[in-house]
């Protein structure tokens, strides 16, 4: 795994047209790489997570998979990626996407929303950070 750059926006395209109903355009890549981060599966170029920061928030916007790959860990791979020192973490998920919706759940996301056009929940995860306390004296 490593960084997605603007290098990477023809072979993210590609994956795209393949796996979502809504794919991202060129501008919409570029401007997703620009304003956040993204990691891709690069060997050869099987998989990308890409994810977006807002005031502590870390939202993952796109991951996935070619399906000629799909349940051979890659996924998993690029979550935890994303998950690196993120404390709060939101994405969407198609209701029907079952092994999606399994992987999330081993981690810890919650559905917190439906988004009803889009036939989608809207999934969180929020860590509890360790609280720190004065030493107690006697």
Known sequence: ??????????????LETTLFDN???????QHELTRGR????????TGYVLVRFDSGLT???????STLVQRRGIGRQLLEKALEGAPDV????KKSNGPALTLYG???FKIVAVLGG???????RRLQLPQTSEPQTS
Do not use: C, H, K
């Open 106 to 108: 081993q981690y810890g």
């Open 38 to 45: 993204g990691w891709v599966y690069d060997d050869p170029f």
């Open 1 to 14: 795994i490593r960084p997605a750059g603007i290098n990477d926006i023809e072979s993210i395209i590609e």
């Open 23 to 29: 794919p991202m355009s060129e501008r919409m890549l």
């Open 59 to 65: 939202d993952i916007t796109r991951l996935g998979v």
């Open 90 to 93: 939101m994405l969407s998920v």
């Open 118 to 124: 889009a036939e989608a929940y809207v999934m969180r």
